[in-house]
């Protein structure tokens, strides 16, 4: 199925409506939208595999270009407003993007890039731009000559390094209403379908809002799209639409967990069938409180932009075998050792690899994309697990975030996981920083609910909460205090830039 197809036949139904406002965007409106998008790019010479960036906030236009470039055969660049000036300017060179839109909220950002490329703004001005508004108005609403499936082209947010853009083949069937894993798995085991009524509180630029959204109405359900992601607003917008389905990471959860009682219960979220979570761990405390609170229908799978492989878990499965992020559903889990290659028996640790599904490269550096598989061609996305006797997934922590104390291995994952359930606590990353005698020692960086409350004392209440679960070597040795850590909206921790404030804190001292 494809927006088009509902347009011809429901053209009045919602596609998407703002959580926030209640702006509503029809499919009918939508399908002319893509048309006007896709012929603008022709008009503009972007053929078959050429490049289409977009750097917006959530607004419902957002579909209007993503389905134009899905339509015109393109590959579709969506790009975090989080990122440097640096990073935005790399993505762009590094994609070989020809066209970039970019929110005109975003106008300090965008007159700060460097890259050549023609550039337009979209929901009001920016300096010497002109608005993709006018240009739209300009084309005609009816399909181009030469339709053809094309795909998006998303980058890593950049939480371990330079952004890397995951490039994925056209799919083979050129037919824009062609069928995909995505689209079998969310209609098959979600139930997603023309009825869905789906929130979506994240941001598009990132893989999974956009593809399962895009995959929504796809099936002809209805998104209701946060501009941003806001806890009581995600509860209301549930209520006052009656969502029955929609995609979180684990920080909506232990936000919406820590409102007060009261605040909680006013809501009702009865209609709320299918909370499918991703993209960043949860802790076993976490998702038991939700499906005590909303009920077993959370669903949660593990995978990545790269769409080498996917595992699934229900909440039945889940409740089963507590932490896992399921069994397998496309292509074949393998949990290797040290050298990528050796097989471990079920219950040992290693890397997490994936066999038997798409391929994919990572553009333009041959190094990453090598790093990424072994010599049977299975792929990994840097994770740490192991898998179970009924072959279900538990995932340790990236392999990149691994701390080396006194040559133990410490996975600061379980860390985290134990101290966020702390009530005072909105927030924790635990990282390594340099230590004289040991090598590395384990930092956690608290984000407190109330500033109000840091204090010597609250440092010692930490330490006792963590030696209640941990064993001693994971103690943190080193407990810090944040007003609020630089977490990407998709729930991901900029690790990076934590760790690397401690290292470089060591060197300046130790250089001075």
């Avoid at 975030?401 to 990353?429: C, R, W």
């Avoid at 390594?432 to 984000?447: D, F, K, L, S, T």
Wanted: charged share 25%; with cysteine; glycine share 8%.
């Amino acid at each position: 199925m494809h927006p088009s197809v509902h347009a011809r036949n429901n053209p009045n139904k919602p596609a998407v409506i703002v959580a926030e406002t209640g702006e509503t965007v029809s499919f009918g409106e939508l399908d002319a939208a893509s048309n006007r998008a896709a012929q603008l790019f022709r008009a503009h010479g972007l053929k078959h595999e050429d490049v289409v960036a977009f750097m917006c906030e959530n607004t419902p236009h957002y579909y209007g270009l993503t389905w134009g470039a899905q339509r015109s055969g393109l590959r579709y660049v969506c790009i975090s407003s989080r990122l440097t000036q640096d990073e935005t300017d790399y993505i762009l060179s590094n994609s070989g993007a020809k066209m970039l839109i970019v929110s005109a909220s975003l106008k300090n950002a965008a007159l700060a890039l460097t890259t050549q490329i023609e550039r337009y703004s979209i929901g009001g001005e920016i300096d010497g731009w002109p608005t993709i508004e006018a240009e739209l108005a300009k084309m005609p609403a009816t399909p181009i000559a030469d339709e053809r499936a094309g795909v998006d082209m998303l980058y890593s947010s950049g939480t371990t390094g330079r952004p890397k853009g995951v490039r994925v083949p056209l799919p083979e069937d050129p037919s824009i209403e062609g069928t995909n894993t995505l689209v079998m798995l969310a209609n098959m085991a979600f139930g997603i379908n023309e009825n869905s009524i789906y929130l979506s509180p994240a941001p598009l630029y990132h893989a999974a809002p956009l593809r399962w959204s895009m995959t929504v109405q796809k099936l002809g359900g209805t998104v209701v799209l946060m501009k941003k992601f806001d806890d009581e607003g995600a509860l209301a917008a549930i209520e006052k639409y009656r969502c029955n389905s929609g995609q979180f990471v684990p920080t909506h959860f232990v936000r919406m967990l820590k409102l007060p009682a009261d605040v909680r219960q006013k809501y009702d979220l009865s209609s709320m069938k299918v909370a499918i979570h991703a993209a960043a761990p949860i802790s076993i405390p976490v998702k038991q409180a939700m499906i005590d609170w909303w009920g077993p229908v959370l669903f949660e799978y593990y995978a990545g932009s790269e769409g080498n492989g996917m595992t699934f878990a229900s909440s039945a499965d889940w409740l089963a075998h507590p932490g896992t992020v399921g069994r397998a559903v496309s292509g074949t889990v393998h949990i290797l050792g040290e050298d990528n290659e050796t097989e471990l028996a079920v219950g040992e640790e290693g890397g997490v690899y994936f066999e038997g599904e798409g391929s994919f490269e990572y553009h333009d550096d041959p190094e990453k994309t090598k790093a990424s598989r072994n010599s049977k061609g299975w792929t990994t996305l840097g994770d740490v697990g192991k898998l179970d006797a009924d072959g279900f997934l538990y995932l340790t922590d990236r392999k990149s975030f691994m701390i080396i104390s006194g040559g133990v291995n410490i996975y600061p994952q379980e860390i985290e996981n134990h101290l966020v359930t702390h009530p005072k606590v909105a927030d924790v990353a635990v990282v390594g920083g340099p230590h004289e005698e040991w090598g590395e020692e384990v930092i956690a960086v608290i984000q407190p609910a109330n500033m109000a409350d840091v204090s010597e004392e609250f440092r010692e209440e930490l330490n006792a909460y963590a030696r209640e679960k941990l064993s001693g070597v994971k103690i943190p040795r080193r407990i810090d205090f944040m007003e609020a850590l630089p977490r990407h909206d998709t729930g991901k921790l900029y690790k990076r830039l934590l760790r690397d404030q401690y290292w470089e804190q060591a060197k300046a001292k130790n250089n001075g």
